[in-house]
């Protein structure tokens, strides 16, 4: 299993300025699961899974989601 947190600052919109996001990458085998939302409520984050045809393409997916995410302005805090 592979983990990977990313978080951000809120861009300010409708009254969320200074709220930290989050996002999250889990790689189980095949399969990679992603969380978002604000951090302050984890409880309403939005999940979505993906399953691909080997571990390698959910780990080269979840890399590429890391990198496209860090381009936009979040910060990796933890990679388990």
């Given at each position: 299993?592979?983990?990977?947190?990313?978080v951000k600052n809120?861009?300010?919109?409708?009254g969320?300025?200074?709220?930290?996001?989050?996002?999250?990458?889990?790689?189980?085998?095949?399969?990679?699961?992603?969380?978002?939302?604000?951090?302050?409520?984890?409880?309403?984050?939005?999940?979505?899974?993906?399953?691909?045809?080997?571990?390698q393409?959910?780990?080269?997916?979840?890399?590429?989601?890391?990198?496209?995410?860090?381009?936009?302005?979040?910060?990796?805090?933890?990679?388990?």
């Amino acid at each position: 299993m592979k983990k990977l947190i990313l978080v951000k600052n809120s861009d300010g919109q409708r009254g969320a300025n200074g709220k930290k996001k989050i996002y999250e990458i889990v790689v189980v085998d095949n399969r990679v699961i992603t969380s978002w939302g604000k951090a302050e409520e984890f409880h309403k984050q939005q999940t979505q899974t993906k399953v691909f045809g080997s571990a390698q393409q959910a780990l080269w997916f979840a890399y590429d989601k890391q990198w496209s995410k860090q381009a936009k302005g979040y910060e990796l805090v933890a990679s388990l």
